[in-house]
């Protein structure tokens, strides 16, 4: 099965501070993605990388940036983190190979900016 | 308007029951589609992808219809544990995934 490990389930962090979301996949895909979701609005794309150090800005990039040093790493970092980026954070990964391309989800970092 | 548009119900429904959701997408290029499972404050799962003919998995029934640009999901003898909220979720080329807002069930006893 994919596994998709993001480091923390629960983050409080103070306005201001620089957050780092870590996120590892474990089956070699090509493409990650960080989305955020917040009630009423869905799932909405902050950053992808379709392969080591490359990526492209989403729906939502503004106050993110992203980094991916290895394949199997993707991390969000925000610069100075706003209380309006309080959120659920979900990292995904998905391959560009087969049939059907399926995103597979961590389990979710819930992100709480005082 | 929104790529993928979803009822955001509750649907309320008793242990037993048959229950259907409808998903619409705007784009005629998209090539994949999917439901997806959420529970409350969880990552959402793959319940299952949608092929044009149709699929099945166990209670579960998908369907396609291309022309009218819909998506359904289709769950016989819903169980208590089948209370979550279902994504639509529609792929256009390998990296553009739009999801829906998600459709809310509660299973009653």
């Known amino acids: 099965d994919v596994k998709v490990t993001q480091s923390s389930r629960y983050l409080v962090k103070r306005t201001g501070e620089k957050v780092f979301l870590e996120c590892v996949q474990d089956m070699d895909h090509e493409n990650m993605f960080w989305y955020r979701q917040d009630p009423g609005l869905g799932l909405r794309l902050i950053y992808f990388s379709y392969d080591v150090k490359m990526k492209e800005k989403g729906d939502i990039p503004e106050g993110y940036s992203v980094s991916r040093e290895k394949k199997e790493r993707f991390s969000l970092i925000l610069e100075s983190a706003s209380t309006n980026q309080t959120s659920m954070y979900l990292c995904?990964?998905?391959?560009?190979?087969?049939?059907?391309?399926?995103?597979?989800f961590g389990s979710g970092t819930q992100l709480s900016v005082l | 308007r929104k790529e993928v548009e979803q009822d955001p119900g509750p649907f309320n429904v008793p242990e037993g029951a048959t229950v259907a959701f409808n998903c619409t997408y705007s784009?005629?290029?998209?090539?994949?589609f999917f439901w997806y499972r959420q529970d409350c404050r969880k990552e959402p799962k793959l319940l299952m992808s949608?092929?044009?003919s149709g699929n099945e998995d166990g209670r579960f029934t998908a369907q396609l219809n291309r022309a009218s640009q819909y998506i359904s999901l289709l769950i016989r003898d819903s169980k208590l544990s089948d209370s979550a909220t279902y994504l639509c979720?529609?792929?256009?080329?390998?990296?553009?995934?739009?999801f829906g807002s998600g459709t809310k069930l509660n299973v009653k006893p």
């Open positions: 949608v092929y044009s």
């Open positions: 784009n005629s290029a998209s090539q994949s």
């Open positions: 995904a990964s998905s391959s560009s190979g087969g049939h059907v391309e399926k995103l597979f």
């Open positions: 979720v529609v792929n256009r080329n390998f990296n553009k995934f739009y």
